[in-house]
């Protein structure tokens, strides 16, 4: 399998590939800490960044990734574009590809990043979150549980709360990866099953279960893992998913019942303090969420290498 021209979805890129990205993540990591210049080959490629949806982590960790390398940024929402609604998304992107080097998208429906990468044939396209998937954050948290585990092998992920993008990007991950991943969400909240079909296709073996109870499911956890009740686009959901939710808030209690003193938490961020997670646990010694913001901008920089 070639290596695909857009990162889309991590189910798109082989394993090989994949640990290319983490291994150049972290060496470039470590080059950039001893001072040292990352510009590539080929400076001054121009990268789009286009938000549909606010960003903290995305926006600023790739405009510094791609300056990093010698090449520069161009902000973009949709109140200049109108991608849709003043102009076709297929004509957006064959006009953007005779200006820019790549884009970057954050979006609502998974289609309209499939539609630019489709028709943008002569540029890469990445996927900086979609409601479907997050493939970018994913990437990311595979880094940091590498370096605070020595590795990804065997490791026993569990993700607790919604089966929104997040925990799809997971599933994929669990089909490229050697890992063990438990999903743990209220009934009716589970990961989206074509995605799951899908991981079931790539890799027969795929390591995954569905457990409702989070007291099971955490148990002989290396790794929690939380996300947000309610996604960008969900607002409307928010107080009747926190009461839904609350039994699967990451707390000192639940972070015990892992039976291991090593796990570690993660959580992509926002966060909203007090509901998936407590201060206790995000601010405490097993959280590694600051490391894991911090690698959006490593893991991110490691994609942009390989397909810009
Ligand atoms: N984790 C993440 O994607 O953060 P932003 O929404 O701030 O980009
Ligand atoms: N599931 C969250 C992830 C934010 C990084 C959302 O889509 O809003």
Redesign the pocket.
């Known amino acids: 399998m070639a290596m695909p021209k857009d990162f889309i979805s991590i189910a798109d890129w082989n394993s090989d590939d994949l640990v290319r990205i983490l291994e150049l993540a972290m060496d470039q990591k470590r080059r950039l800490k001893k001072g040292e210049h990352l510009r590539g080959e080929k400076p001054g490629k121009v990268l789009a960044v286009i938000f549909h949806?606010p960003s903290l982590r995305t926006r600023v960790s790739f405009e510094v990734a791609i300056t990093q390398l010698g090449g520069s940024s161009l902000y973009i929402t949709d109140k200049e574009i109108g991608l849709g609604s003043r102009e076709a998304p297929q004509d957006v992107a064959r006009v953007l590809e005779r200006y820019v080097d790549g884009i970057m998208i954050r979006t609502f429906a998974h289609e309209g990043a499939l539609t630019l990468a489709r028709n943008a044939t002569s540029i890469p396209v990445i996927n900086g979150?979609t409601?479907l998937l997050?493939p970018c954050?994913v990437m990311a948290d595979l880094q940091t549980i590498w370096e605070h585990k020595g590795g990804i092998e065997d490791q026993r992920i569990v993700y607790l709360g919604?089966g929104?993008?997040?925990a799809n990007s997971w599933i994929n991950a669990a089909a490229r990866f050697p890992f063990e991943l438990v999903i743990c969400n209220p009934s009716g909240y589970e990961p989206d099953p074509s995605v799951l079909e899908n991981a079931r296709k790539i890799n027969p073996n795929l390591r995954y279960e569905n457990i409702n109870d989070p007291a099971q499911a955490v148990d002989g956890a290396d790794v929690l893992y939380t996300?947000?009740w309610a996604?960008?686009?969900q607002e409307d959901e928010a107080a009747a998913r926190k009461e839904i939710f609350k039994p699967y808030q990451v707390n000192q209690s639940l972070l015990e019942k892992t039976g291991k003193k090593d796990s570690i938490v993660l959580h992509?961020?926002?966060a909203h303090r007090g509901d998936e997670i407590t201060d206790e646990v995000i601010d405490g010694p097993q959280s590694v969420v600051f490391d894991e913001a911090e690698n959006r901008m490593h893991a991110q920089r490691a994609i942009l290498t390989l397909v810009m």
Do not use: A
Request: glycine share 6%; net charge negative; aromatic share 0%.
């Open positions: 949806k979150l409601d997050h954050q919604d929104n993008n997040m996300d947000v996604s960008m686009g992509c961020l926002p």
